[in-house]
């Protein structure tokens, strides 16, 4: 189509409407034409092959996420106009800050380095990252893969800010009242060929 590729990537805890959201943008993206790939959370998959997750989540589940979260986004750029990622990787680095303050638990300076290195570089290649925020009026879907403590919730947000503050990566924010004006700032900002074209806030 000769067009531009682009990247999207979505953040944010639990049970704050990323799927929804990233559901809606690639119906409307293909409606003008593009070719939307989706790299999805990849949490469950780590879990599957017995890498802990959420309060578990240790530096080499954390750096499986983030190496297949990479592979998947590059995979997907050879065949998409754009590429929507569900789980950027600083959600990653997020949930095991929020996992080893949950344990009291530490990992060693290098291998926190390594991690940071990872989602500090690779956070350059999104065209646009979003980060979802608490919606107070909205529960934690239970469906057996979540954890549904509202504390621990919360504690991954805090961590997720922490992560955007220290390795000073930009994002925009994403809330409920916000939402449809996002899709359609992200849609028209496509259209017009115009890289890292939305203007919303800054996180």
């Not at 080499?60 to 986004?73: A, H, K």
């Not at 991954?156 to 000073?168: F, N, P, R, S």
Request: aromatic share 6%; charged share 25%; with cysteine.
């Amino acid at each position: 189509m000769g067009r531009s590729k682009y990247k999207i990537g979505l953040t944010g805890t639990h049970s704050t409407g990323k799927t929804s959201f990233l559901n809606n943008l690639a119906s409307a993206l293909r409606g003008h034409g593009f070719s939307v790939g989706r790299v999805g959370d990849l949490a469950e998959s780590a879990h599957r092959l017995g890498f802990g997750i959420l309060r578990e989540h240790t530096w080499e589940s954390t750096l499986w996420i983030i190496t297949r979260g990479i592979s998947c986004e590059l995979e997907e750029s050879l065949r998409s106009d754009v590429v929507l990622v569900d789980r950027a990787v600083p959600d990653a680095l997020a949930y095991l800050r929020a996992a080893l303050h949950t344990r009291g638990a530490t990992i060693d300076t290098w291998q926190k380095g390594v991690l940071e290195d990872f989602v500090r570089g690779i956070s350059r290649t999104y065209d646009v990252l979003l980060k979802t925020e608490i919606d107070p009026a909205l529960g934690i879907q239970d469906d057996n893969r979540r954890d549904t403590d509202p504390v621990f919730r919360q504690l991954v947000d805090e961590k997720l800010d922490e992560v955007y503050a220290e390795l000073g990566i930009e994002c925009r924010p994403l809330s409920t009242a916000i939402v449809d004006g996002v899709l359609n700032d992200l849609v028209g900002g496509i259209l017009q060929d115009g890289r890292k074209s939305y203007n919303g806030g800054r996180c």
